[in-house]
């Protein structure tokens, strides 16, 4: 999800007390979905999502969403976001973190704001903090040279063991920079880091489209390191295009469900279905979640966490 040009969320801080408590899909396990979706869907329309959050978040509850996961830059954002979902009866059960972990003095800077912000976020019910580490410039394509990437695994080995001490759950998401010159960053991510700190965020339309659209890489991807994956993003694309609905497409996805299946895996699942340049637009952004939702229940009943 290629979210890191987005600046912090201005959500209001919602008064009033909780009305109810986060609910559960009819399917029986918590669906999120993730605030880059809602996002550009509304950005198509000409649209803001942050601008009236209550607007949104009713557009997510009317999608018959459980949750959201949004970013987090600071432990006031935890509350100020926690406080206005807990209104509308959505889950905070993962936050969106970013950081700097390559670089050992912004890596240090990036452990002490991170651990804050979890620590605050874990009375609102966060039990994942997703991060994709910075890349060297933003929209540059330079790669991290091999004492970076001992350095950034290092770091995600203490942000890991920082977070597991507050008993939440360190998950590493990537985008397409990731997976160049062999994925040498993905790979060292998973290979270079200690399983029971460091989980993965299984976003499995950026590994395909990170590898030139090779399920083949995916799925060798989750032979090696399924077990590690603690969530899950979903997004579909058909013609190599992202859909505007989550359904059948260019990814196997229920080939993908048989293999966490067999994992005994149960996952935090989050719908991220987007748009960009080519998707068709004939589904506003509650329609187009709300189909989401109904094709992926039936898909991972059973598998995604309660």
Known sequence: MPIWALAPIAWALMAQ??????????????????????????????????????????????????????????????????????????????????????????????????????????????????????????????????????AQSAAMNRLGKALKELGMTLAYHNHDPEMRASAREFHHMMAGTDAALVKLCLDAHWIYRGAGNSQVA???????????????????????????????????YPRLAAALRALKLHPHVVLEQAVEQGTPETLDPVEAHRRSAAYARPLLEGIGAK
Do not use: C
Not at 119 to 137: D, E, L, S
Not at 227 to 238: G, I, K, N, T, W
């Open 17 to 150: 007390p909780a009305a109810k408590e986060p609910t559960m899909g009819a399917e029986g396990f918590h669906l999120a979905t993730n605030v880059y979706s809602w996002s550009v869907f509304y950005g198509r329309e000409g649209r803001d999502f942050n601008a009236d959050p209550d607007k949104g978040l009713a557009d997510i509850v009317a999608s018959g969403l459980d949750g959201l996961e949004t970013i987090a830059e600071t432990p006031e954002d935890a509350d100020r976001i926690g406080a206005a979902l807990k209104k509308h009866g959505l889950g905070m059960r993962s936050l969106y973190v970013n950081s700097t972990l390559h670089i050992a003095a912004e890596a240090d800077k990036s452990i002490v704001r991170i651990t804050a912000i979890a620590a605050r976020a874990k009375a609102y019910g966060t039990r994942i903090i997703v991060t994709n580490p910075n890349p060297i410039q933003w929209g540059g394509v330079q790669d991290k040279d091999d004492a970076q990437l001992t």
């Open 218 to 252: 995916l799925f060798d991807i989750v032979k090696l390191y399924g077990a590690r994956v603690a969530e899950l993003h979903l997004r579909q694309s058909r013609g190599g295009v992202w859909a505007e609905d989550f359904g059948e497409g260019d990814l196997d």
